[in-house]
Every structure is written in C-alpha cells, then in structure tokens.
C-alpha cells in the first residue's frame, strides 16, 4: 500500500457538467500522473506532475485539466464532461528505488457521463 | 518517446514458461524496462524492473539483449492466478517523463 487514495471511486454525471476526480497520496512523493483505461486501449496517460504546480501533457490531455497547489493531492478535472470520457481513471506516483522508481497505482475511478 | 509492442494475446496452460517480448525500438539511453501486471478492476502492479541483461526476482525474470530493443518478461510454471494483462513500460521512471504503456498482452492460463 503506497498511500495512494482515489475520490470519488465511481461517479455518474450527466454531459456538460464539471467533474473533478481526486488522487491524494499520503508520502509527499514528487512524481504523480493520471491514466484512462479504456477496453481494447490500456491506459493511456492524461497528464503528470513533477512538483507542486509543475505539470504537463499525456498523449490523451484534451478536455482535462489538471492541478496540484500541494504535494500530496493531484486533480483532475472535466472542464465539461462529454460521453467520450466515460472511463476508469487510476492515478499513480513514482516512487524511487536506486536510480530509477515504480509505479503504484490508485484504485481507480469509475466515471460514467451520461 | 519509447513506444512499445507487444502481442495482444497468449494462451498457456498450467504449469508452463511463458515468455512476453515486448519490442522498444527508440529505447533512450536513461530508460528503463518495466514490466506491470493487471487483474480485472485493479490498478496495475509493478512485477519486475531492469536496464540491461538478466533480471530476475522471486516471481520474473526480465531478459534484456545488449542492443536494448527488445525484453523478455519470463513466467516460469504459471498458474490460473496469473492470468491477466501484462504491460512493459519503457521510461526514466522518477523523473519527469512521460510513462506511455502500451496495449498490453493479455495471457490466459487454462488447465
């Protein structure tokens, strides 16, 4: 267990309206990013933190955001969530290990737009 | 960015070795080799980890020829627990790098 929690866990919601899915993490560990998962196309990154207010693009970022005014919470938010994001969203940190460090991922976040 | 190919799928019974390539043609020079593994309604889990040659720990082990195009993530007598997806995740882990996995192999294990 990394301390890596996930809110909401699941959250229906209807097109257009915001959404903002959490990830907190409990160790102040400086590496955090946020993953879709979609069937048939493994996850795919959105967006990553490297420091507090220090963040940037995934392969998948359009129509996210995403901040981080401290170390241990990363926010993802759905400006205006469309039926296209409908999907599990896990977010992970990096912890080190020697030279280089591991992956360890949230529960995730079931997010169903309507 | 170092992007991956994997086989889409694997079938094993139990009781086999069964062996995963995964092909990193554009690997950087400061990446490493990762491999996760997934069960249904989880987050991913980090199996096993290495930069060049042969790796092993008490569930993998990770080949990587010189050249580093390539690896191998070797499961020896798998189980019907092992059944799941696997990923290979090429990058500079603990740093600020983009980790991109790729579509993963699904292996299923059958008696």
């Known amino acids: 267990d990394a301390g890596i929690t996930q809110s909401p866990r699941h959250k229906v919601t209807e097109t257009g309206t915001p959404v903002t899915l959490r990830c907190h993490q409990t160790?102040?560990?400086?590496?955090m990013y946020w993953y879709r998962q979609d069937p048939g196309h493994g996850l795919r990154l959105i967006h990553y933190?490297?420091?507090?207010?220090?963040?940037d693009k995934g392969e998948v970022s359009d129509g996210y955001s995403v901040s981080r005014s401290k170390t241990e919470d990363f926010l993802l938010t759905l400006e205006s969530a469309t039926s296209s994001q409908t999907s599990v969203y896990f977010c992970?940190?990096?912890?080190?290990?020697?030279?280089?460090?591991?992956?360890?991922f949230g529960e995730g976040s079931r997010l169903t737009v309507l | 960015l170092a992007k991956t190919t994997q086989p889409i799928s694997m079938d094993s019974y139990e009781g086999q070795e069964v062996n995963i390539t995964c092909s990193h043609n554009?690997?950087?020079?400061?990446?490493?080799i990762t491999w996760y593994q997934q069960f249904p309604s989880q987050g991913p889990r980090f199996i096993i980890q290495?930069?060049?040659t042969k790796v092993t720990n008490e569930v993998a082990s990770l080949f990587i020829p010189a050249d580093r195009k390539s690896s191998t993530l070797s499961l020896p007598r798998v189980s019907l627990s092992d059944t799941a997806v696997y990923y290979c995740?090429?990058?500079?882990?603990?740093?600020?790098?983009?980790?991109?996995f790729g579509t993963g192999t699904r292996l299923q294990v059958t008696l």
């Open positions: 995740l090429v990058g500079g882990t603990g740093t600020a790098s983009k980790l991109t």
């Open positions: 290495g930069y060049k």
């Open positions: 554009n690997i950087a020079t400061n990446d490493y």
């Open positions: 992970a940190i990096s912890i080190p290990t020697g030279t280089t460090g591991e992956l360890f």
């Open positions: 160790e102040n560990h400086r590496y």
């Open positions: 933190s490297y420091g507090v207010k220090d963040t």
